[in-house]
Structure formats: structure tokens, C-alpha cells
């Protein structure tokens, strides 16, 4: 494991952030090709992106301080430091997100059609950080050695990726056909991604050690079951739909 990549002086530069970093800015800027891909304005996609982080580590933070309000007065920098995006944090960050999204009259289901690839991307580099500083720990494999929980986890991160963006590039403005499947609805792509990452977190569940239980199962496994629901429900059609007369006559006006 290296959870240092390396000191600078005093500092030290952990290996998670650095690879956490670079899959944010590899994540926003595939959006900008996914973007134009759905036509959709790629800076205005970027900048949903980039107020999503920025929400996400805002809120963490704040919801970080609240929970532990007396020991934020005696050692800011301490709690500071923690590790803090939660089930809550990612909530409101997603709920902070689609109202921006709709303020800034951007079609929902698409600029998550866009995200999905990316997604996926930072994923696979959030998963890599785990491994190196042993903070998504296996379980036991053989007498010395444990299931790389998180090469696991980056590899089906990245294959998705790849997927993903795959089906995107064979879609277009108006079309309805995503290589060679038939879809009218707005949202598929983010559906499978949905459902693909779901399944993928559910199976490596069986191999990670234990967390919080609800329901008697473990909580990314309920997560990940949530996910594969969602997801189910806009392959199935939950979107709104497109005709073939749209599609070949127009720009599909969005959702």
C-alpha cells in the first residue's frame, strides 16, 4: 500500500487525492466530448460538472462540522482532514445539482446521459486511491494475502467507462437509435450505467470486509440494489419519449 505518494518538506501529498484529483479533471473534461456527442453545450456541461465537485466537497464538509461540532472548535484542521463524502453529503449534492441544472435550463436526462462515462471514469481512479491507502480493505484471500477489493472495483469502473461512452458515440442529436439499440427514451445511457455499476458493487460487496448493516444487509449493497432499480426504471422507459418523426424532422426539444 502507499498512501503517501511522496513528502515535500513537511508536506505530504496523499496518494488518494492525487489520483482523486486527476480523475476529476480527466472526468470533467471527457464531458466535454460526451457533451457535444448528445449535443449538448459542452461548457455549460462542464460547469454543472465542476459545481457538482465543488458541491460535493462543500457539503461533506459542513455536514462533517455539524457532527462533530465540539472537537471542529478544539482542532479545525483535524476534522477537517477526515475523510467525509457520505450517503447524506452525496444527497444534497445531488439534490443541489439538479436544481442547478434546472436553473440553468439544461435537459436533465441528458446532461446525465453526458455524465454517465465520466462517471464511471472517476470511479475507477476514486477505486485506485482506496487500494493504495487501504481504506476499502478485502477479505481474507489464501493464509498473507486479501482481495484487491479495489483493483476490482477500478477495472469495472474503467470497462464501464469505456462501455458507456462506446454507446454514446453511436448516438446522436435526435437519434433513437444507440448502436444498433432501439431507445426514445432521454436517460438510457445513465440507466445502464446505473444498473452496471449496481451489479458490479454488489458483487464485490461479497468480497470486501463487512460495513454498516441496514436491513441485514450491508449498506453499499442496499445502495447498490437502489441503483440497479433506478436505473431499471429509465431503460424500461421512465423518460421521456422521442418519436421517429422528431428525431429525422428536428433537434429533439429536451426534457
Known sequence: MYPILFHLGRVALP???????????????????TARLLGLDPDAVWNAGLFAVIAAFVLSRVLLIFEHMRIFM??????????SLTATGVLLTGLATLAWIRVKKL??????????????LVWGFLALGHFADGSDPGMALGAARTH?????????????????YWLLAGAGEGVTRIRGIKTDVRGFVCGLGLVGCGVCQF????????????????????????????GGLLVGGLGPRVTSVEATSRRVREF
Not at 74 to 83: K, S, W
Open 15 to 33: 496518494t488518494f487525492g492525487v489520483l482523486a484529483a486527476i480523475g476529476l479533471m480527466c472526468g470533467l473534461g471527457l464531458s466535454l466530448r
Open 74 to 83: 478544539q482542532f479545525p484542521g483535524l476534522v477537517l482532514a477526515f475523510p
Open 107 to 120: 435537459p436533465v436526462l441528458r446532461v446525465l446521459d453526458a455524465w454517465a462515462p465520466c462517471a464511471a
Open 148 to 164: 484487491p477489493v479495489g483493483v476490482y472495483a477500478a477495472l469495472a469502473g474503467f470497462g464501464m467507462a469505456a462501455g458507456l
Open 203 to 230: 458483487l464485490i460487496s461479497f468480497v470486501r470486509v463487512p460495513g454498516k448493516q441496514l436491513y441485514g444487509m450491508d449498506v453499499l449493497q442496499v445502495v447498490a440494489l437502489g441503483m440497479v432499480v433506478v
